[in-house]
């Protein structure tokens, strides 16, 4: 079993910055981030693998950076240049599966966070 506690959610202008953190109980091979929206799905924005190769959907590609920092057993992701699209609760998962690539479908994560909520102003 692993915990998962996101931090740094906020309101931002569009434009804006916010830098999100996961604290997980323990390493695992696979984490991520999704995003779920008012009335839509949840939805992979980025996913990181044990070596540290990311995968990001094309929308956040240039703008967001996830990073992990094993010492600290602690996943980030580094939003710039926010858009209102980017509204919504932000989800940290793992999994201990190992992949080529880790993936951004929401089956391949057996952990989820409670969320962060972050809302981009226009």
């Known amino acids: 079993q692993v915990q998962l506690v996101e931090s740094g959610g906020g309101s931002v202008q569009a434009g804006g910055s916010l830098r999100l953190s996961c604290v997980a109980s323990?390493?695992?091979?696979?984490m991520g981030w999704f995003r779920q929206a008012p009335g839509k799905e949840r939805e992979g924005v980025a996913s990181?693998?044990?070596?540290?190769?990311?995968t990001y959907v094309d929308p956040v590609k240039g703008r967001f950076t996830i990073s992990k920092d094993s010492a600290k057993s602690t996943l980030y992701l580094q939003m710039n240049s926010l858009k209102p699209e980017g509204t919504g609760m932000y989800f940290c998962?793992?999994?201990?599966?190992?992949?080529?690539?880790?993936?951004?479908?929401?089956?391949?994560?057996?952990?989820w966070g409670q969320g962060t909520q972050v809302t981009v102003g226009s």
């Open positions: 998962v793992a999994t201990g599966a190992t992949y080529a690539a880790a993936p951004l479908s929401p089956g391949a994560y057996p952990y």
């Open positions: 323990r390493n695992t091979n696979s």
């Open positions: 990181i693998d044990i070596i540290g190769r990311t």
